[in-house]
């Protein structure tokens, strides 16, 4: 299973809202990783987990929060975002968060603040 | 100046041509990937190199580390490789460091 799955594939919500993205991977990755892409443009780094514990926050706005509840799985809690935030956010996997790992991509989530 | 940079940006091509995708880094790295992504999102890891060069079905990925530039060919093109190819490169860590990605438009 070289999968990584994400939930919903799409959301919409209100800036007052609270909503979270979801992330899951059974390759047995220790490294999980939150990108965020805009129309057109290349992936951002948002977040990275290394072994359960957050290692990079690329200084996101704290209504982005992640979760690593266990070494599968990566949640992503949104709270009053703004309409800016639309975008479609990747999750990703990787062995380790050494250079030589490869990183896999899930299919993202399209989400759309109104 | 960024610190990846693909040309062409955009590439349209007749069904069966022969394609390349090139892609400049100015940065050591430790390595190199090839990413396709489809319309509608999802991201699939096509090459991973630090030398020389790999082949999977039609595509062909080549890098030069002494002149940090690095080609993703396609042979015998099809509509479906229509896809944004992006270079991205491993400089330490976990981090990668995107290009802006070649839009690929194969026409039948």
């Known amino acids: 299973d070289t999968e990584v799955t994400q939930t919903p594939k799409h959301l919409v919500m209100g800036m007052t809202n609270k909503k979270s993205l979801k992330c899951e991977q059974h390759?047995?990755?220790?490294?999980m990783y939150w990108y965020k892409q805009k129309a057109k443009k290349p992936p951002e780094l948002m977040f990275v987990?290394?072994?359960?514990?957050?290692?990079i926050n690329e200084s996101v706005p704290s209504r982005f929060s992640p979760e690593c509840p266990n070494s599968s799985l990566l949640n992503l809690h949104l709270h009053a975002l703004q309409p800016e935030d639309s975008a479609l956010y990747l999750c990703?996997?990787?062995?380790?968060?050494?250079?030589?790992?490869?990183?896999?991509f899930g299919p993202g989530t399209r989400l759309t603040v109104t | 100046k960024n610190e990846v940079e693909q040309s062409p940006q955009n590439l349209t091509a007749q069904e069966g041509e022969f394609i390349t995708i090139n892609c400049s880094y100015s940065?050591?790295?430790?390595?190199l990937h090839w990413l396709q992504q489809h319309p509608g999102g999802g991201i699939v890891s096509l090459f991973m190199?630090?030398?020389g060069k790999k082949k999977h079905g039609r595509l062909i990925a080549t890098i030069n580390i002494q002149e940090k530039h690095s080609s993703l060919h396609i042979t015998a093109s099809h509509p479906r490789d229509s896809a944004v190819y992006i270079c991205?490169?491993?400089?330490?860590?976990?981090?990668?460091?995107f290009g802006e990605g070649t839009q690929l438009t194969v026409n039948p």
């Open positions: 991205a490169v491993k400089t330490s860590g976990s981090r990668l460091t």
């Open positions: 390759m047995g990755h220790r490294a």
């Open positions: 987990y290394s072994y359960e514990k957050l290692s």
């Open positions: 190199l630090s030398s």
């Open positions: 990703a996997s990787s062995e380790g968060v050494l250079s030589n790992y490869e990183q896999y």
């Open positions: 940065v050591g790295i430790s390595a």
